[in-house]
T-cell receptor, first 113, second 114 residues
Framework: AQSVTQPDIHITVSEGASLELRCNYS??????LFWYVQSPGQGLQLLLK??????LVQGIKGFEAEFKRSQSSFNLRKPSVHWSDAAEYFC???????????FGDGTTLTVKP | DSGVTQTPKHLITATGQRVTLRCSPR?????VYWYQQSLDQGLQFLIQ???????AKGNILERFSAQQFPDLHSELNLSSLELGDSALYFC?????????????FGPGTRLTVT
């Protein structure tokens, strides 16, 4: 069964600083990987996805993520954080042909002015 | 706006009662997923329907049931409600079923059981 671990429950960064949110997954083959963002009181919005091919994927809002098979990781990065990026971020893994995904527990991002 | 709609936005009810949550997927999407989000359990997958048929089941209680109708909207029925059922319930949709694609989430229904 697949699983996802987001080691950081809460991260605080200053506006303009770089950001990296960690995600580790467990799955027997190459999974489908996703990052979602949830603003307070809102549903989840897809930031980016990895299915195959180039291991560095670009998403919306200036986010990118890198798939590293050897480390079973799919970390999310942004070079310069904006105050509006404050939200909860979820990493998810989907197994091909499984019809469902498994979400991590989320990382809450606080942005300091 | 993801294109997925959920009603109602908020629901307050008493223990022992039954409620129905409604979801309309994005136009053209055949799969509907239901999730429960609570502070202590995180985001939990409940159930998936594809084109009217149940496709996958997650941590869904026996007191909960769902269905997807011919027009592809879905309903999640929660019965014999307990205080612990208070949570945000999300519906998501995607175009396919077993080929896994990204999901588009609705804004959620916040259920409060008193």
């Amino acid at each position: 069964a697949q699983s996802v671990t987001q080691p950081d429950i809460h991260i605080t960064v200053s506006e303009g600083a770089s950001l990296e949110l960690r995600c580790n997954y467990s799955y027997g083959a190459t999974p489908y990987l996703f990052w979602y963002v949830q603003s307070p009181g809102q549903g989840l919005q897809l930031l980016l996805k990895y299915f195959s091919g180039d291991t560095l994927v670009q998403g919306i809002k200036g986010f990118e993520a890198e798939f590293k098979r050897s480390q079973s990781s799919f970390n999310l990065r942004k070079p310069s954080v904006h105050w509006s990026d404050a939200a909860e971020y979820f990493c998810a893994v989907g197994a091909p042909n499984a019809g469902k995904s498994t979400f991590g527990d989320g990382t809450t991002l606080t942005v300091k002015p | 706006d993801s294109g997925v709609t959920q009603t109602p936005k908020h629901l307050i009810t008493a223990t022992g009662q039954r409620v129905t949550l409604r979801c309309s997927p994005r136009s053209g999407d055949l799969s509907v997923y239901w999730y429960q989000q609570s502070l202590d359990q995180g985001l939990q997958f409940l159930i998936q329907y594809y084109n009217g048929e149940e496709r996958a089941k997650g941590n869904i209680l026996e007191r909960f049931s769902a269905q997807q109708f011919p027009d592809l909207h879905s309903e999640l029925n929660l019965s014999s409600l307990e205080l612990g059922d208070s949570a945000l319930y999300f519906c998501a949709s995607s175009p396919r079923d077993t080929e896994f694609y990204e999901q588009y989430f609705g804004p959620g229904t916040r259920l409060t059981v008193t």
